[in-house]
């Protein structure tokens, strides 16, 4: 069993938005690919003043029931793509951040659904709800937008490297990930444009970058691994690269160019021009 395979369950937000369908679809093929249960989750928040006595108790069958029926259409979508998945539907009372914090705290992995930049509402507002979780969470949380097409594609596992503690443990999650399904992994580092300026630099980070992914080529040396050293501004570098990626994976906490990447306009940027799941793996998660 490796650092992410444990028997805890991923756990996949569900709503009423199309992102969260794709988001169950990602969640169901994480599940079974790691032999791990997967649990739907729906938060129900009440309107201000809550329910009171009979006068709501038709308010509340009927949201409860539309709750359930949610829960239902997410399992058959699960059950449809893995006949065999384990799998666990709760409706929850409370604060959807609250709730999905607290469920992070027992997941093996969390999974949400975003819909585009260009729709006017976000069924994960950076923000408000994206926010409060992104960065703060104790299990890698992947960001599942609503693709142009199937996300189950070919495409490599890409990883942001900048040599920090948390991009060695996206480095894990990402060789982990890419031999779930037999994909290769794309290695990228992105320099400033000022950086590059100086002698030897690119040299120097494909170096670093090989000694960064040394140690998971040896535990996975079937994996194709190909490295890049890309000049830029990161989020869009990091995103227009994963264009046709299985998924984006990237450490929460970073040093130099991705100092601060989950957080202010760089973060929200990334968020919203990746076309493909955005796995966030907080430092502390490998062994």
């Known amino acids: 069993m490796n ?3 444990t028997r805890r369950p991923v756990i996949v937000g569900v709503d009423r938005s199309e992102a969260s369908h794709w ?31 009979e006068t709501d108790h038709r308010f509340v069958i009927g949201l409860r029931a539309a709750g359930d029926a949610l829960l239902d259409t997410a399992r058959l979508l699960a059950t449809e793509r893995h006949p065999d998945l384990e799998i666990t539907p709760r409706l929850v009372e409370g604060r959807p951040v ?13 999974v949400l659904g975003i819909r585009r930049l260009t729709e006017p509402h976000s069924a994960l507002p950076i923000g408000s709800k994206g926010a409060s979780l992104v960065g703060h969470l104790s299990c890698p949380i992947a960001l599942v937008p609503e693709p142009p097409d199937d996300i189950s594609g070919s495409g490599p596992v890409v990883v942001g490297v900048d040599g920090s503690d948390a991009s060695r443990t996206a480095i894990g999650f990402a060789f982990e990930d890419a031999s779930l399904v037999g994909a290769d992994v794309l290695a990228v580092e992105v320099r400033r444009p000022a950086e590059v300026t100086q002698p030897d630099l690119v040299e120097e980070s494909l170096v670093d970058l090989s000694e960064s992914l040394a140690g998971w080529q040896e535990k996975y040396p079937d994996i194709r691994v190909r490295r890049e050293v890309l000049t830029g501004s990161p989020a869009p570098m990091l995103a227009a690269v994963a ?8 450490g929460s906490r970073g040093l130099g160019g991705f100092r601060g990447l989950l957080f202010g306009s760089t ?13 966030i793996v907080p430092n502390g998660n490998q062994a």
């Open 3 to 5: 650092s992410f395979e």
């Open 23 to 53: 988001a169950v679809r990602w969640a169901s093929d994480e599940a079974a690919g790691r032999g791990l249960p997967l649990r739907l989750l729906h938060a129900q928040e009440w309107p201000t003043g809550g329910p009171e006595a």
């Open 98 to 110: 609250r709730v999905l914090r607290e469920a992070a705290d027992e997941a093996a992995q969390l």
């Open 243 to 250: 264009t046709r990626a299985r998924c984006l994976v990237i």
């Open 267 to 279: 973060g929200r940027a990334l968020v919203h021009r990746c076309s493909v799941p955005l796995v």
